[in-house]
């Protein structure tokens, strides 16, 4: 059976021990058997990952940096910051997880097979670590490295990421802060970790306009997020014509994730998943690979993840309008992003 949806999943993802910890193996223990009760498995291809290479991991990421979290692995573990631990096993699993993404990637761009969009199912995340640093319970940041494949293998110019994981993904922008073949947008709650993600971060050099952060108030719900999307990603991405979508969905701005204050209902990320996918049809055939990262609520990551896939499978591709009932703090917010984007784009 080939597919146009696709996830991307191995059991030894669960072998990331992090023990007493937010970001635990139960994560995806509590996805897979949504998926298994809604019969979802059955209807997509299971995509198993390779592990990355060393240089694949340095498109991104010091030697010295990747050089550390092996040793600290080999070590039996230990801290990388204090929101990050490490085991054993973690060295080989962040590799598998970086892999992951690449798979996805490299299925998508086979068009030998009817893949289109896929999903991969993957820990530890990434989004928070930089070139030289891994935290906020990331090791590698697999998103950064699936885009530099994009770049690498297939000679993609025009690359967008879409965040919409709760806390800004600093990793992600530090990356690519000064590379315009990457369009970074970034929703999440401000002030919130990792204090970063401010309307006013662009990017810098060539870079500079290619950086769109979307920083939202704390209660922001599914109309307050469609309402930015609409009104900043659409116009945005509409001009910059992606030839791939790159989506860190982060399922922490759920309502009831005990990390973040948003109220995003587990139908919302599927309404974001509908926006994303007519952005992708309309600039690139629907190529899109969406990667885990944050969701710490077992019962919310579950169905939040379930809809995610349910809009993958349906395809519709269709515009969610999301502006009525819309808080003034977050019209208000999004006419400042406006003012600050129309030096770089027609919004």
Same mark, same amino acid.
Not at 281 to 304: F, M, P, Q
């Given at each position: 059976?080939?597919?146009?949806?696709?996830?991307?999943?191995?059991?030894?993802?669960?072998?990331?021990?992090?023990?007493? +910890?937010?970001?635990?193996?139960?994560?995806?223990?509590?996805?897979?058997?949504?998926?298994?009760?809604?019969?979802?498995?059955?209807?997509?291809?299971?995509?198993?990952?390779?592990?990355?290479?060393?240089?694949?991991?340095?498109?991104?990421?010091?030697?010295?940096?990747?050089?550390?979290?092996?040793?600290?692995?080999?070590?039996?573990?230990?801290?990388?910051?204090?929101?990050?631990?490490?085991?054993?096993?973690?060295?080989?699993?962040?590799?598998?997880?970086?892999?992951?993404?690449?798979?996805?990637?490299?299925?998508?761009?086979?068009?030998?097979?009817?893949?289109?969009?896929?999903?991969?199912?993957?820990?530890?995340?990434?989004?928070?670590?930089?070139?030289?640093?891994?935290?906020?319970?990331?090791?590698?940041?697999?998103?950064?490295?699936?885009?530099?494949?994009?770049?690498?293998?297939?000679?993609?110019?025009?690359?967008?990421?879409?965040?919409?994981?709760?806390?800004?993904?600093?990793?992600?922008?530090?990356?690519?802060?000064?590379?315009?073949?990457?369009?970074?947008?970034?929703?999440?709650?401000?002030? +919130?970790?990792?204090?970063?993600?401010?309307?006013?971060?662009?990017?810098?050099?060539?870079?500079?306009?290619?950086?769109?952060?979307?920083?939202?108030?704390?209660?922001?719900?599914?109309?307050?997020?469609?309402?930015?999307?609409?009104?900043?990603?659409?116009?945005?991405?509409?001009?910059?014509?992606?030839?791939?979508?790159?989506?860190?969905?982060?399922?922490?701005?759920?309502?009831?994730?005990?990390?973040?204050?948003? +109220?995003?209902?587990?139908?919302?990320?599927?309404?974001?998943?509908?926006?994303?996918?007519?952005?992708?049809?309309?600039?690139?055939?629907?190529?899109?690979?969406?990667?885990?990262?944050?969701?710490?609520?077992?019962?919310?990551?579950?169905?939040?993840?379930?809809?995610?896939?349910?809009?993958?499978?349906?395809?519709?591709?269709?515009?969610?309008?999301?502006?009525?009932?819309?808080?003034?703090?977050?019209?208000?917010?999004?006419?400042?992003?406006?003012?600050?984007?129309?030096?770089?784009?027609?919004?």
């Amino acid at each position: 059976m080939t597919t146009a949806t696709g996830f991307v999943y191995h059991e030894d993802y669960l072998r990331h021990n992090t023990g007493y +910890h937010p970001e635990s193996a139960e994560r995806l223990i509590s996805i897979m058997k949504k998926l298994q009760e809604q019969g979802l498995t059955n209807k997509m291809d299971r995509i198993l990952p390779m592990r990355a290479l060393p240089e694949q991991i340095e498109y991104v990421h010091t030697g010295a940096y990747l050089e550390k979290v092996e040793a600290m692995s080999r070590r039996g573990g230990g801290m990388l910051d204090p929101d990050t631990p490490l085991c054993s096993d973690t060295y080989d699993i962040a590799l598998l997880a970086a892999g992951g993404v690449i798979k996805a990637v490299d299925e998508v761009m086979d068009e030998s097979n009817a893949r289109k969009h896929i999903f991969a199912l993957v820990r530890p995340p990434g989004h928070h670590a930089t070139p030289n640093r891994g935290m906020g319970f990331c090791i590698f940041n697999n998103v950064a490295i699936a885009a530099e494949q994009l770049k690498r293998k297939y000679g993609a110019k025009r690359i967008l990421i879409a965040d919409w994981d709760v806390h800004h993904g600093n990793g992600t922008q530090d990356v690519f802060f000064g590379d315009p073949s990457v369009l970074y947008f970034s929703m999440h709650q401000y002030p +919130h970790y990792p204090g970063t993600g401010w309307i006013g971060e662009v990017g810098k050099g060539k870079g500079e306009g290619f950086t769109v952060n979307v920083p939202l108030p704390a209660g922001t719900d599914d109309a307050g997020y469609l309402y930015a999307l609409n009104n900043i990603l659409v116009p945005i991405a509409t001009e910059f014509r992606p030839e791939f979508v790159l989506v860190s969905a982060g399922f922490d701005a759920h309502t009831a994730d005990p990390l973040a204050s948003m +109220h995003v209902t587990s139908l919302g990320f599927g309404l974001f998943t509908d926006m994303i996918m007519a952005i992708a049809k309309k600039s690139c055939g629907g190529r899109v690979v969406l990667t885990l990262e944050g969701g710490y609520n077992l019962d919310a990551i579950a169905e939040s993840t379930l809809s995610v896939f349910n809009s993958l499978l349906t395809n519709t591709g269709e515009q969610q309008e999301g502006a009525v009932g819309t808080s003034g703090p977050v019209t208000k917010r999004i006419e400042e992003i406006k003012e600050v984007q129309r030096e770089y784009w027609n919004i």
